[in-house]
């Protein structure tokens, strides 16, 4: 029979998987794949915040402009003009109203990239102009302009827990704090950009940089009224996501599927870094109230909350963000009695969405500064403080949910004091140059928990070739965090084969059934269960396989260093592979995982959130010249407990690139918007660190195993940024004895601050 | 969540799944695939038919003409210089010798189509011309020049059963004759053509014309030294195959992807008619010496043959030709004592491989032409004979397999006769035009049997979407059979659900694991149970969700009419679908299939040599115009036991195409030789009938069911093509009592005939 000779490959070396294609440029993303005949796509968009659309003025004259081949407006929608989120607010072209500057009014098609910018640039649009609403707590208000949502609401949740009276009424010492954060953009380096196509029977694919093909499979189904299996969409090589992928690739990808659907031919959409951070969303700037008590002993006996987020003109997944908020609302800590509301507010700016952490960073920073400020009311050390509440197995997480055997929170705590020699440090007195050091912990439920129920599943393919090498076939996508690496592994290390054998082919919804988004640190748990899975579906033929030919029973085999082994002898993972070709076993699987017993209660806000959480903490010292405000961050420790490490080096690049964007969050992100418009879209405009501005991040990886997880791996893609702002602006505490409570916290902020005396009681909470 | 609404579709018209988008010149043939930068490929090819090659002239010069990126040779294959067939003889690039006009040795790749063609016609070989020989029967001579194989036999099978001398001692009537059939050419609309990519990873992929993927992934793991996860090979629309796009395919796919991979470029290598008829292969001619010894009741006794085809320079697949051609020997009738020998021989002319019907054309016209001859010297019916021998359920092949119950013999004979009214018929005596008719009787072993045991297997993958929409993923191919539709049927009865919800996508040797071939009509049998194993593992799900929705079991549960029914009620197939959906089961699932229990003794030639038969008979109505010797089919009438009908269009299609192409076989298509090479490339020089020159083929469906059969279908894909030949010839020998031995049977040999006795028995026998 044609078989090519199977090679004996070695264990490789711990690269990564898409490092040589990306390094090399060799990867393809979305501008790289190159069509004969083509169109270009460009967005017709809104000059004003908020306003009333009464007109084209001049349709014909750009559908006449040269290379034009088409002009769609929301009348010309063959599906409905919705790209479905959460909700089903958001239209996929402004029909009567615009609710954000830029937001899509129409698109066009043109025979090059040029034309199509110049025809779009062209368009007039006639539009009345209403007042706009641009502040979250504004639009509180009872006389707001109405914007979206439920009265400008576009998501409420609320956590009652124990009784807040008397918790507070047990409480010897209270304090209460208002911390604000800003906006922040993710910065990807590949802005958005997709490829739509008309394929066999009817069909379009689509074809572009995300994180969440099914999302934008669902969005197509919408917006062309395509039945499923009309539509199809493959990610290309994508840089970079952070959660700016999530949500947004729907609407680029359907645009662009209505100028090819429209035209019959491929059309590219592909934005510029200007019209990226004009109307892609954006991390939601916050509002926390939060107000602690305490015994003084250290008890934590209560929590009160609201958690305040400006999701923007339409409502995208402000309620995840919202959600995943108010669940960690009081950090790591078990406290009895809880009160806490979290709202997520329309107002007249560019919509908000996911963006890495997904609410948890805004109200990390809060309640990790308080604790620091609680412990100096209550005069305790702040690391004692946290001790003395931390979650551990057992205790109770503020939905109640008991916390497993798979918590490593008190040894992340440990492990990063000890590396960074937190007992030692002292703080520099002399001179205008002040040291400080800080630390912050985290706790953050894997997954989309029980508010995402319905995506929490994956599925996978394993597919063994004549000579052992495999292809894997998954639903959710590698866009820098090092999935494909991941995945490779756990396939690997369950057939036994070297990990240069294992292929992972691009995320395409033909392939594999609806997965759920790559999202929420997700990827590791459930779709690499689906790829254990699945690999172990296809074991089962190689144990058959191997049993047969050593004589015993295929449980009596046992995989050791890429052999099969049994007491009868042992076989190499290749010559099994053979022996199972011979006897034309079944050599492909579908893997299937889903995510059971979560639950969540709306009315009382309690349940069992996540599957599991994840544990971390941030320390950090920092060096603050009170002269200029510069804040550098000189060294920063970060201890995770991941369940187990599937990849080491991936691992550690996900703490250093999450803590990078944290310093960036913390000290450097300063989006500028006035009346409701960004006036700094760009990358110059808009400060985010170099690599001169970063220190080397120290990853500590901790394993406390969780049951369910492949090898015990829980999630890791969020938690790293979640925690260094807090442990920054301790920090800073430290350096100068001032509490910052907003990010960013600029140096012209310090410079400020270091000229008043600020450090008293606020006098009044809003 | 975002889904979109389930739309509830009606049982739409059975027109097959593929015919819109290639009736509307929709469907993308490999030329149709655009791409901005490609480069062109050409083969330089050997001008003799047998030398030494000595060295390549002008490469340099080549290499320097405009547009030309690369020139290769076989020294620079990276793998093996061997395109793996069932034997590893054939070269892909000659190295040292060149053994067939035509044969590729070196490749040129250029900017334009028209640089390379003219790099590759400037290109100067230089080589030392040898002796060819080009007939079969010389290269068994003792003294011919070495071609290939062993003593020039590419391949010998025999079958010994019973005792052959007593066989003949108890015949009353012995009848010897010779028969010789000539080449024919595929003549698939579409000529042979690929492109050939490098892709992520340092992977390369093919998309082209072809029937087997898989093979097409073996040869290219061969020729570049990859391992199989570095290729990837994907099927466009392909315009007809009829197994010259079994074996060939992996050729010019080889071709393209040593020129892509040396270029780092995309490179489309596409042949002309000329080129494609010089190189391709061909079905093999045959000379069959074939005695049978009967009773004069009419009783087969013995039969001894001897089947001799001409293979040409390389084995490719000449020895699965010869074995089912011998393995068919005897036609469709129990004999106890046969001897047989067949012999594929290597000789310098184009390799003969794959064609429609395998081997078995060749020896249907020679023994159905026979039994009509020894009806005519036992002076009985050739039908009344044929029903004394037949197989029925319980008889012995030639091989001793005991013919299971799935045998419609005797009704396809019955009803084939009743509708032509065989009875009824006269000749015609009046004047030059006279009228005959003539049947012929087939068994065809369905599938690759126990030589191709192997790759007798196959996966698929059923994958429901979230509206009920179905993708399936085959690794059996479309390419005008109608394979697409009945896989369609076959997931869609098995869901219970609407045939325009299943999208059945393009064959990707990384979506499914090897699945053999697209020959041998088994792509019903062996893809479609295993379309039906997958559909029934997703069924499960939906069954379970349905069950937990009515309070009943599983097993309960009933499909009719697009509906999950239980005793507890109704459910229609849409929304049970939303139902497992919501309760997140496993919605995709991988298929498997593989023939079990088939066995040949290669010492004897015994054994269960396929695991079912189909079964059918051709009747034919001709006039033969005796002055100008041309040959009308006014009727065909063709019954078919395909055990069950799974898309009626589709069955009725290949009866129609198969006798059309026996029709052309027998009376039109001569391929001629001078000296080894082809002087009619083309076709106007080669003539196949037109629909002016057809009758309207009358299909009859018989459904004799098999067990193990997708809803108990077998195969139909060859069989149309196997048994028309000799009910023309029969037809021809009934209108002017002349015995034709040869096809073509061409106007001018009747002419020749009709003017000299030749209605005696041949003199001696070579």
């Known amino acids: 029979m044609p078989v090519a000779t199977p090679k004996k490959v070695k264990k490789d070396s711990n690269i990564r998987v898409d490092a040589q294609r990306k390094v090399s440029g060799k990867a393809k993303f979305i501008e790289d794949v190159e069509y004969k005949n083509i169109l270009h796509g460009a967005t017709i968009r809104s000059p004003v915040t908020h306003g009333r659309i009464r007109g084209f003025k001049n349709r014909d004259e750009i559908k006449n402009m040269p290379g034009v081949k088409a002009v769609i407006t929301a009348d010309e929608i063959p599906g409905d003009n919705i790209v479905p989120f959460v909700k089903e607010d958001y239209p996929c072209l402004a029909e009567k109203e615009v609710k954000f500057y830029g937001q899509a009014v129409a698109l066009v098609a043109a025979e090059t990239p040029e034309e199509a910018k110049a025809a779009a640039e062209t368009a007039e649009l006639i539009i009345d102009e209403y007042p706009g609403i641009y502040d979250s707590i504004e639009s509180m208000t009872p006389d707001a302009v109405y914007v979206g949502g439920d009265d400008n609401v576009h998501s409420y949740f609320k956590i009652r827990k124990g009784n807040i009276d008397e918790g507070f009424k047990g409480a010897d010492v209270i304090v209460e704090r208002v911390y604000n954060s800003g906006h922040q953009v993710h910065c990807y380096l590949e802005n958005q950009g997709m490829i739509a196509e008309p394929i066999q029977n009817g069909a379009i694919s689509v074809k572009g940089s995300m994180q969440c093909p099914f999302y934008v499979h669902n969005a197509l189904?919408?917006?062309?009224?395509?039945?499923?299996?009309?539509?199809?969409?493959?990610?290309a090589d994508t840089g970079g996501g952070f959660g700016g992928k999530e949500d947004m690739p729907s609407i680029v990808a359907a645009h662009a599927a209505l100028l090819a659907n429209k035209t019959g031919m491929p059309v590219s959409l592909i934005y510029d870094r200007e019209e990226d951070f004009h109307t892609m969303s954006k991390r939601h700037p916050s509002?926390?109230?939060?107000?602690?008590?305490?015994?003084?002993?250290?008890?934590?006996?209560?929590?009160?909350?609201?958690?305040?987020?400006?999701?923007?003109?339409?409502?995208?997944?402000s309620p995840i963000v919202a959600w995943r908020g108010i669940i960690h609302i009081t950090g790591p800590y078990e406290i009895e009695n809880i009160k806490a509301d979290s709202y997520a507010m329309a107002t007249n700016t560019v919509p908000c969405g996911a963006f890495r952490g997904f609410g948890q960073p805004q109200v990390n920073f809060a309640n990790e500064i308080l604790i620091d400020e609680l412990a100096e009311k209550l005069n305790m050390d702040p690391?004692?403080?946290?001790?003395?509440?931390?979650?551990?197995?057992?205790?109770?997480?503020?939905?109640?949910?008991?916390?497993?055997?798979?918590?490593?929170?008190?040894?992340?705590?440990?492990?990063t004091l000890d590396k960074i020699k937190f007992k030692e440090h002292k703080g520099n007195d002399k001179g205008p140059v002040k040291k400080g050091m800080g630390i912050s912990t985290v706790f953050y439920g894997v997954g989309l928990g029980a508010e995402g129920k319905y995506f929490a599943k994956a599925g996978a393919q394993v597919h063994i070739k004549e000579d052992g090498t495999v292809f894997v076939a998954i639903g959710n996508v590698e866009m820098g965090q090092g999935a494909e690496t991941v995945f490779n592994r756990i396939c690997a290390d369950t057939l036994g084969c070297s990990y240069d054998m294992v292929e992972i082919l691009e995320p395409d919804t033909t392939r594999v059934p609806d997965s759920g988004p790559t999202v929420a640190s997700r990827a590791t748990l459930v779709g690499g269960n689906a790829?254990?899975?699945?690999?172990?579906?296809?074991?089962?033929?190689l144990f058959k396989a191997a049993a047969q030919k050593m004589g015993v029973k295929p449980f009596d085999i046992k995989i050791k260093d890429g052999k099969y082994i049994s007491d009868e002898g042992e076989i190499d993972y290749v010559d099994v592979v053979d022996l199972a070709y011979l006897s034309r076993e079944r050599v492909a699987a579908q893997g299937w995982y889903k995510v059971e017993n979560v639950s969540f209660d709306e009315k009382t806000g309690l349940g069992d959130a996540y599957p599991v959480y994840s544990y971390s903490t941030n320390a950090c010292e920092v060096e603050v010249d009170t002269e200029t405000g510069v804040v550098k961050v000189n060294r920063l420790v970060a201890a995770h407990d991941v369940g187990k490490t599937i990849h080491p080096p991936s691992a550690e690049g996900q703490i250093q690139g999450g803590a990078a964007q944290a310093i960036g969050y913390a000290l450097?992100?300063?989006?500028?918007?006035?009346?409701?418009?960004?006036?700094?879209?760009?990358?110059?405009?808009?400060?985010?660190?170099?690599?001169?501005?970063?220190?080397?991040?120290?990853?500590?990886?901790?394993?406390?195993?969780?049951?369910?997880?492949?090898f015990g791996a829980k999630g890791l893609g969020e938690p790293p940024m979640v925690g260094p702002a807090a442990a920054i602006l301790n920090a800073i505490h430290d350096a100068t004895g001032i509490w910052f409570r907003k990010i960013p916290c600029l140096p012209e902020d310090i410079v400020k601050e270091l000229n008043k005396d600020i450090n008293k009681e606020p006098k009044e909470l809003k």
Do not use: H
């Open 221 to 235: 189904v919408k917006v062309l009224g395509f039945k499923y299996s009309k539509v199809r969409v493959v990610q």
């Open 531 to 541: 790829v254990k899975d699945a690999a172990l579906k296809v074991r089962d033929s």
């Open 287 to 317: 509002r926390t109230r939060i107000k602690y008590g305490a015994t003084t002993e250290g008890k934590l006996v209560a929590c009160e909350a609201e958690y305040i987020v400006n999701g923007g003109a339409f409502c995208t997944l």
């Open 668 to 710: 450097y992100e300063n989006l500028v918007l006035e009346e409701g418009k960004i006036v700094n879209p760009s990358l110059s405009g808009y400060t985010i660190p170099t690599t001169m501005d970063l220190c080397d991040v120290e990853p500590i990886l901790v394993e406390s195993a969780y049951d369910e997880g492949p």
């Open 383 to 415: 690391v004692e403080l946290r001790k003395k509440n931390l979650l551990k197995p057992g205790s109770k997480t503020a939905t109640n949910q008991v916390v497993g055997s798979s918590c490593g929170m008190a040894e992340t705590l440990d492990k």
